[in-house]
T-cell receptor, first 116, second 114 residues
Framework: DQQVKQNSPSLSVQEGRISILNCDYT??????FLWYKKYPAEGPTFLIS?????DKNEDGRFTVFLNKSAKHLSLHIVPSQPGDSAVYFC???????????????FGKGTKLSVIP | DGGITQSPKYLFRKEGQNVTLSCEQN?????MYWYRQDPGQGLRLIYY???????QKGDIAEGYSVSREKKESFPLTVTSAQKNPTAFYLC?????????????FGSGTRLTVV
């Protein structure tokens, strides 16, 4: 059973416009959420995170929104740039459940293409 | 300069052979993880270790083995029992305790069975 879902395998956006990547989760024990960016043949790199006590976190062009009641988070990239073209993984963590609680549960990823 | 080193970057294996992927870290992180990435499958956890000489199976451990003899190293052996070993393998580390900072990933090893 997939606990973290990214239902859009791919997304294409024009350069300069907003990119919105969505992520849904089912485990109500998750209390920390992260977004990773991955280029082909490289390891994922950390992008931005949000704790469940917040509903928004912003870092430059990247903003993550969390809606706990809907078990939904989204990553907004404004303005989108061609260098943002990559696969984006949503990940969730349950920090306080004992052994194994530091594990991240990943979604399957969304491939973002920013068209010049 | 702290980081994670995965080697080799590309690896070719004949069917029926075992092969070992290396992962070394100098971040002083307690936990280490092995993931496999296949197209359309995202990242799937193979094994993880939170302390030296202890490790746990992840979601797809069959056909793989690991060891954690020292904190800095967490090698993964892909055995001949793994039916479909061609994939991109990622090693990751994380600290334990206090505020969490997610994972740091290595640059990956591409394994191809020929």
């Amino acid at each position: 059973d997939q606990q973290v879902k990214q239902n859009s395998p791919s997304l294409s956006v024009q350069e300069g416009r907003i990119s919105i990547l969505n992520c849904d989760y089912t485990n109500s024990m998750f209390d920390y959420f992260l977004w990773y960016k991955k280029y082909p043949a490289e390891g994922p790199t950390f992008l931005i995170s949000i704790s469940s006590i917040k509903d928004k976190n912003e870092d430059g062009r990247f903003t993550v929104f969390l809606n706990k009641s809907a078990k939904h988070l989204s990553l907004h990239i404004v303005p989108s740039q061609p260098g943002d073209s990559a696969v984006y993984f949503c990940a969730a963590q349950d920090l306080y459940s004992g052994a194994g609680s530091y594990q991240l549960t990943f979604g399957k990823g969304t491939k973002l293409s920013v068209i010049p | 300069d702290g980081g994670i080193t995965q080697s080799p970057k590309y690896l070719f294996r004949k069917e029926g052979q075992n092969v070992t992927l290396s992962c070394e870290q100098n971040l002083n992180h307690d936990a280490m993880y092995w993931y496999r990435q296949d197209p359309g499958q995202g990242l799937r956890l193979i094994y993880y270790s939170q302390i030296v000489n202890d490790f746990q199976k992840g979601d797809i451990a069959e056909g793989y083995s690991v060891s954690r003899e020292k904190k800095e190293s967490f090698p993964l052996t892909v055995t001949s029992a793994q039916k479909n070993p061609t994939a991109f393998y990622l090693c990751a580390t994380s600290p334990l305790g206090g505020a969490n900072y997610g994972y740091t990933f290595g640059s990956g090893t591409r394994l191809t069975v020929v």
